[in-house]
């Protein structure tokens, strides 16, 4: 279960005196639980009242729930003071527009840690074929097409790749209710996101690979501190 992955992924990059916790991506909570249960303190935060919504459908546990753009989390940090972890999952930081929007995201994060705290966030590895002139998803190639079905949902979507983004177009069916829409994907080599992280002030981070697991997740996590 993917939720649970996620879970465990913080859980072994965190400390015992990591209690403080916000996820910056929350989407509609899904890794909450295993985490309430090591005594965590968690508060959530979504840009897309969409998930929001979703998520207050149930009976989360999150301390308080915010619906901020990552460039604004300071007006958490001014209502709720310091964090002692903040993370951003599910590739969900190759939705900035720009390496200079991710740089400013980057330190707005580093600006809510305390002293010893840490940013976790992941993303996919990219790979490249001509020496780093253009970069793509291993298992997605240019205008490879895949269809999904998950009971009465059939999703269809095409890969493409365009000026240093990765853009799928979606179309979705559920039933006789048909859906289209595109969402594009900032691609991050490792090297680009250890400049980045410097520039944003961090002292350092760690890389960890565990996609060849035997319980694999499916991106590569960094851990800012």
Known sequence: DHAIN????????????????????????????ELIKQ???IFANDGSLFMLKELKKKNHEFKKVFNEEWINLDRIYKSESLFDVIYILGNSI??????????????????????DGVFIF?????????????????????NQ???????VIKIQDECSYF??????????????KIENFTLEYLIIPIFKFKELISLAGFKGVDIFDKSKEKTPYPYIIYRAF
Not at 9 to 15: A, C, D, P, R, T
Not at 122 to 142: A, H, V
Request: with cysteine; hydrophobic share 30%; net charge positive.
């Open 6 to 33: 996620q879970a465990k992924v913080i859980q072994k990059l965190i400390n015992p005196t990591h209690k403080k916790l916000l996820d910056a991506a929350c989407g509609t909570g899904m890794n909450i639980s």
């Open 39 to 41: 005594g965590k303190e």
């Open 94 to 115: 190759s939705h900035c527009p720009s390496m200079e929007y991710l740089i400013e995201v980057f330190t707005k994060v580093r600006h809510g840690l305390n002293k």
């Open 122 to 142: 992941d993303s996919r590895d990219w790979i490249t074929t001509d020496e780093g002139k253009s970069y793509f998803q291993p298992e997605r190639k240019i």
């Open 145 to 151: 097409r895949r269809t999904l079905i998950n009971g």
């Open 163 to 176: 000026r240093g983004k990765q853009r799928i177009k979606y179309l979705v069916k559920n039933n006789e």
